[in-house]
Nanobody
Framework: VQLQASGGGLVQAGGSLRLSCATS????????VAWFRQAPGKEREFVAA????????NYAPSVKERFTISRNNPEYRVSLQMNSLKPEDTAVYYC?????????????????WGQGTLVTVSS
């Protein structure tokens, strides 16, 4: 599967951004998809994930209640709505995918990655 992330930019603290991850149409809806991020000088960390069906989601504690992951299967797209952004959310955000045999499965072995999109939150 090919993944294309977009939607990053510069926003003030407290603002919102919506990231989008387009998956390739071939088998594009057979994948669980996740967002990860990597801030300068830090290791990559998990942000959120969504099952193939869209019924199951998982969030890192640091973004829960502020970020929402969703998917539009007919459009082969997974979105990450980010609200109440903080300077510590500044990072390159990556979308990743893993084959999901079951529709509600969310794993942690993501082996397909898109290029990143930079999110910068100013204080």
């Amino acid at each position: 599967v090919q993944l294309q992330a977009s939607g990053g930019g510069l926003v003030q603290a407290g603002g919102s951004l919506r990231l989008s991850c387009a998956t390739s149409r071939r088998n594009g809806n057979q994948w669980a998809v996740a967002w990860f991020r990597q801030a300068p000088g830090k290791e990559r960390e998990f942000v959120a994930a969504i099952s193939r069906s869209g019924r199951k989601t998982n969030y890192a504690p640091s973004v829960k209640e502020r970020f929402t992951i969703s998917r539009n299967n007919p459009e082969y797209r997974v979105s990450l709505q980010m609200n109440s952004l903080k300077p510590e959310d500044t990072a390159v955000y990556y979308c990743a995918a893993m084959y999901a045999r079951l529709p509600d499965y969310i794993g942690n072995d993501y082996n397909y990655w898109g290029q990143g999109t930079l999110v910068t939150v100013s204080s």
